[in-house]
């Protein structure tokens, strides 16, 4: 027996609303596993699509189903979709404000004047578009070359793939290091990325590392830094300025930005730019996130050989935040105050730490996820994108 058309519509209706609710629902909720962080982070990137996606089946319970309880729960399901795809939406002018302060208090008031006018005329606007968000941000023209040998350690082939300017030049460095539980990534992730910064007037290095439990820390470090000796012997080659160079990170490969800027041997670096990283793996192994999505002391078992008890010294030694002790590159610390992976408030730490006698911003995005960026035209990146761009332009080219 089938039902009859408006019934089956309205049934339709009902079940794409509660769809759209769930898919909301995870800009609020905490996601307890892998595959639930996958729409926890995606949500809150994409809530101007869910919001309109809310609003449809909210017009259509209210002027096409007739049927009374079906029209209901698709009104219901639809409001508190629209209410929590609205609260990211909402919250975007007092972050902006926010943000702002926190660039002008780290960088001085006057930080965008020391940036040449000819840098700021090719920077984003405003800092969250929405013609943007649903036709892309441009990415402009660039040369791309891929598969670049840097090392071969114990056999292992590292590569990195070097975006540059459509026009040849010297530009300033900025080398990216890709995160992934330091088990897994590689030099494509965040491509369209690369390819914006490169369009901004740099080269941009994405660099490779060998991956834990195969290889532990500090194979990871020594990685990274053979990548940057390579980068500094062929800057030339590459149409790079190994005198001015910025190491940015996300999630491990902020943490390993962050050792590689901050060891008291550590190469001459303008800046880094940690978008979530790990930044004090003692306390991340005794207080893990609850939930806790990627099981974090298992991961930091894989990378560092063993559990807190059993080398303590260890954890000391991989943590950045233990590395504060002489003047440093300034920072730029960006984290989602709903980081389950990795906690806002240990960005927060290392910029209280930071801040007490070196250059340091941090930004806070409240509604964000871990990796937030992975959807690049998404709310949070469109927001980490603009100050991200401001701060490279302020520690490469200020005059």
Same mark, same amino acid.
């Given at each position: 027996?089938?039902?009859?058309?408006?019934?089956?519509? =309205?049934?339709?209706? /009902? +079940? %794409?609303?509660?769809?759209? $609710?769930? *898919? @909301?629902?995870?800009i &609020?909720?905490?996601?307890?596993?892998?595959?639930?962080?996958?729409?926890?982070?995606?949500?809150?990137?994409? =809530?101007?699509?869910? /919001? +309109? %996606?809310?609003?449809?089946? $909210?017009? *259509? @319970?209210?002027?096409? &189903?007739?049927?009374?309880?079906?029209?209901?729960?698709v009104?219901?399901?639809s409001?508190?979709?629209?209410?929590?795809?609205?609260?990211? +939406?909402?919250?975007?002018?007092?972050?902006?404000?926010?943000?702002?302060?926190?660039?002008?208090?780290?960088?001085?008031?006057?930080?965008?004047?020391?940036?040449?006018?000819?840098?700021r005329?090719?920077?984003?606007?405003?800092?969250?578009?929405?013609?943007?968000?649903?036709?892309?941000?441009?990415?402009?023209?660039?040369?791309?070359?891929?598969?670049?040998?840097?090392?071969?350690?114990?056999?292992?082939?590292?590569?990195m793939?070097?975006?540059?300017?459509?026009?040849?030049?010297?530009?300033?460095?900025?080398?990216?290091?890709?995160?992934?539980?330091w088990?897994?990534?590689?030099?494509?992730?965040?491509?369209?990325?690369?390819?914006?910064?490169?369009?901004?007037?740099?080269?941009?290095f994405?660099?490779?590392?060998?991956?834990?439990?195969?290889?532990?820390?500090?194979?990871?470090?020594?990685?990274?830094r053979?990548?940057?000796?390579?980068?500094?012997?062929?800057?030339?080659?590459?149409?790079?300025?190994?005198?001015r160079?910025?190491?940015?990170?996300?999630?491990?490969?902020?943490?390993?930005?962050m050792?590689?800027?901050?060891?008291?041997?550590?190469?001459?670096?303008?800046?880094?730019?940690?978008?979530?990283?790990?930044?004090?793996?003692?306390?991340?192994?005794?207080?893990?996130?609850?939930?806790?999505?990627?099981?974090?002391?298992?991961?930091?078992?894989?990378?560092?050989?063993?559990?807190?008890?059993?080398?303590?010294?260890?954890?000391?030694?991989?943590?950045?935040?233990?590395?504060?002790?002489?003047?440093?590159?300034?920072?730029?610390?960006?984290?989602?105050?709903?980081?389950?992976?990795?906690?806002?408030?240990?960005?927060?730490?290392?910029?209280?730490?930071?801040?007490?006698?070196?250059?340091?911003?941090?930004?806070?995005?409240?509604?964000?996820?871990?990796?937030?960026?992975?959807?690049?035209?998404?709310?949070?990146?469109?927001?980490?994108?603009?100050?991200?761009?401001?701060?490279?332009?302020?520690?490469?080219?200020r005059?």
């Open positions: 027996m089938f039902l009859k058309p408006k019934i089956f519509l =309205s049934s339709l209706a /009902l +079940l %794409l609303s509660f769809a759209s $609710l769930f *898919l @909301s629902a995870w &609020i909720l905490p996601a307890p596993n892998m595959f639930l962080l996958t729409l926890a982070v995606g949500a809150p990137e994409v =809530s101007p699509w869910l /919001l +309109l %996606l809310n609003l449809l089946f $909210l017009l *259509l @319970s209210l002027f096409y &189903i007739r049927h009374r309880k079906l029209q209901r729960l009104c219901i399901f409001l508190i979709g629209l209410l929590t795809c609205g609260w990211v +939406l909402v919250n975007i002018p007092p972050t902006q404000m926010q943000m702002a302060k926190a660039m002008k208090q780290g960088l001085g008031a006057n930080y965008l004047e020391q940036i040449p006018v000819k840098v005329a090719k920077m984003q606007t405003h800092s969250f578009d929405l013609a943007n968000f649903f036709r892309g941000i441009p990415l402009g023209k660039t040369r791309h070359q891929k598969d670049i040998l840097f090392a071969s350690p114990g056999g292992v082939p590292l590569k793939e070097v975006y540059q300017p459509s026009e040849v030049g010297k530009y300033p460095a900025v080398v990216v290091i890709y995160g992934g539980a088990q897994y990534g590689n030099t494509h992730a965040n491509s369209e990325f690369n390819q914006y910064i490169a369009n901004q007037g740099y080269t941009v994405a660099i490779d590392y060998r991956h834990a439990p195969q290889y532990q820390f500090p194979s990871q470090l020594d990685d990274v053979t990548a940057l000796n390579f980068i500094r012997k062929h800057a030339a080659e590459y149409e790079a300025d190994s005198e160079m910025v190491l940015l990170g996300r999630s491990a490969g902020a943490h390993l930005a050792l590689a800027a901050y060891e008291p041997d550590a190469p001459p670096i303008r800046a880094v730019v940690n978008y979530y990283g790990p930044v004090n793996l003692t306390e991340g192994y005794k207080t893990p996130p609850n939930p806790d999505p990627i099981n974090s002391r298992a991961v930091l078992k894989a990378f560092l050989g063993g559990s807190l008890e059993e080398l303590p010294n260890r954890y000391q030694i991989a943590s950045p935040i233990n590395y504060l002790t002489h003047p440093l590159p300034p920072t730029l610390l960006i984290y989602g105050s709903r980081d389950h992976l990795v906690q806002a408030r240990f960005g927060r730490q290392m910029y209280e730490r930071l801040h007490d006698g070196n250059t340091a911003v941090f930004l806070e995005i409240p509604w964000a996820e871990h990796a937030f960026d992975a959807v690049f035209n998404g709310v949070s990146n469109q927001l980490a994108l603009y100050y991200t761009e401001r701060f490279l332009a302020w520690a490469l080219f005059q």
